[in-house]
């Protein structure tokens, strides 16, 4: 099992803005708090997210080695929907709009968003009437 995941952020606030929000909606809680970080924790693994005065870069590029997306479970397609209509509203942007909800193919029922900094989530509808 998963234990942690660390993010660094080049802005902590817009980070808790949106990837926060993102985490506390889909039932994390706050977990740690200091002034460069903050972790949301569900069950025994945690997210953390640290503005780093040792960063290299101020935007995330999926791209590049490392970190492409993370992709997270959600009750079903009313609640991507909800989630990717809510998410506009805390930094997020609908990635692959010509294709959603089905951009991870016909099967698949997920929106993917991208944030102000360029990290990617995927939120999966983890039953839809197509994988019945």
Known sequence: MLHHVELWVPDLERAVASLGWLLETLGHTLFQSWDNGRSWR???TYLVLEQSPALTSNRHDR???GLNHLAFHVEDETAV????TDATRHGWHLMFPARHPHAGG???YAAYLENDDG???ELVAIS???QN
């Open 42 to 44: 569900l069950g025994p």
């Open 63 to 65: 791209c590049r080695p």
């Open 81 to 84: 929907d909800q989630l990717a």
């Open 106 to 108: 016909a099967q698949h």
């Open 119 to 121: 990290f990617e989530v």
């Open 128 to 130: 839809s009437p197509q």
